[in-house]
């Protein structure tokens, strides 16, 4: 099961989200028990733990994340990232 989202933030530059979303992440990695690797170079990264594969990447005034789950990993818990994850997003730069 993969899970996507993407979100705009005119006016920032692609470094300025990436920075930001890589601390976003650091955060829900340690929360969460998942591996996180950040490219600075390449403005994006990964987060890994068994049953779990994911990836974000900012291009231009945007920043994609993508999840995807192993059938191990409950509905009820996907979710609960998956919101989390839209709340942080939603209020990156407010």
Do not use: C
């Not at 955060?27 to 591996?35: E, N, V, W």
């Not at 990264?45 to 005034?61: E, H, I, L, P, W």
């Not at 994609?64 to 059938?71: C, M, R, V």
């Amino acid at each position: 099961m993969a899970w996507k989202t993407e979100r705009s933030y005119a006016g920032k530059s692609p470094s300025e989200i990436y920075q930001a979303t890589k601390k976003v992440i650091d955060d829900l990695s340690a929360k969460y028990g998942l591996k996180h690797q950040g490219n600075d170079s390449a403005l994006g990264g990964t987060v890994s733990r068994m049953g779990v594969d994911g990836k974000y990447q900012a291009t231009g005034d945007k920043m994609a994340i993508e999840l995807s789950y192993g059938f191990l990993i409950p509905g009820p818990l996907r979710q609960k990232v998956q919101d989390e994850v839209t709340h942080q997003l939603d209020k990156l730069f407010a």
